[in-house]
């Protein structure tokens, strides 16, 4: 997915929220109230106390009219601080009902200017106030909450473990291929925690996993200890087993026997300073696997097969 989707599908996202997101859901409830009785000296030092800029005049929740600092100021200038606030504030009154859609109040505060809409109940008395800080505060909040659940639900489409018994064919498999360059430490042992991470999405049995990690990797260090160009890994995931190949192009092996004792090793003075060439690795991969064949040419290549019956009782 480019970035330039991504934004197509943000834009959609707030649309969508602000379609069935409702007003009552993002509004304030604690709406500070300016009385009728009270004067435009009393509402000036509500506002700079609570600073707000504005509220509604409300008497037990019958709203009779909004006044705002402009109102308060234009007062102020004709000399009516000590008038009620009745006469400076506004009578008609935008409000919005509590069960609306959020589009409709972005709609009034974005387009029409205003930047507080009273919020009334069914029977027109004041329940909230929406403003362009809460709206924005609460859309944000929904969007993350949104997000999270996005990430969640992704996480949970990555595990595959399924996949088998969903996708119906005779013989489904899934085939993974990894490239091992020779002598190259600083990536070995990649593969092999590729594969078992693989496994793991896959929901393989854990102790299968396990075994299967130990021997793709004594695999891939065979790769990179002992042969001229490296090779590849290849794992043929199937309903009922796994089949992992190792190949490479040489140098191969003269005495296939022997290199399967425990111990054996032509592995070089300075390999075995790096803690490799016990010669264990063979033998290993023999204990762990449910079938192993090593199959050379002196001068030729190297492959190893192996297989892993997958126990489907769990
Ligand atoms: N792909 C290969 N190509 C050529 N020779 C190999 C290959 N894999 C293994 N061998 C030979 O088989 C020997 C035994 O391998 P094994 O993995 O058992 O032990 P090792 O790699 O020498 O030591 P360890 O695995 O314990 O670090 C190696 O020393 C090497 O001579
Ligand atoms: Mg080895």
Known sequence: MTHGDMTVQEITKVQELIYTT???????????????????????????EKHISGAPVAENRKIVGIVTMT????????????EPV?????TQVKTVLKDSVVAEVANSLGIKGFSR??????????????TTGTLIKSLLRQMDRSFQK???????????????????????????????????FSNAGKASSMIKRALQRLVVNPQ???????????????????TDVGGEILVDIRKDKLSISAVDHGPGIKDLK?????????????????????????????????????????????????????????
Do not use: C
Request: avoid cysteine.
């Open 22 to 48: 409702r007003v009552e859901d993002v509004m304030a409830t604690d709406v500070i109230i300016v009385d009728p009785s009270m004067t435009v000296a009393d509402v000036r030092a509500l506002m700079k």
């Open 71 to 82: 109102d308060i100021i234009r007062a102020m200038e004709e000399g009516m601080l000590y």
């Open 86 to 90: 009745t006469t400076a504030m506004t």
């Open 117 to 130: 809409l009273p919020v009334v109940d069914h029977d027109g008395m004041l329940v909230g106030i929406v």
């Open 150 to 184: 996005n990430e969640a639900e992704k996480l949970h489409t990555y595990r595959a473990s399924h996949i088998f018994q969903d996708i119906v064919s005779d013989d489904t498999s899934l085939l993974l291929r990894f490239v091992v360059d020779d002598k190259d």
């Open 208 to 226: 299968i996993v396990r075994r299967v990690a130990v021997a793709v990797y004594e695999a891939e260090m065979n790769l990179v200890i002992h």
């Open 258 to 314: 022997q290199v399967l004792q425990p111990g054996y090793s032509t592995a070089p003075e300075w390999i075995r300073d790096m803690g490799f060439g016990a010669g264990m690795g063979l033998a290993n991969i023999k204990r762990v696997s449910d079938m192993m064949k090593l199959i050379s040419e002196p001068g030729g290549g190297t492959r190893l097969d192996l297989v892993f019956n997958l126990d489907h009782s769990q």
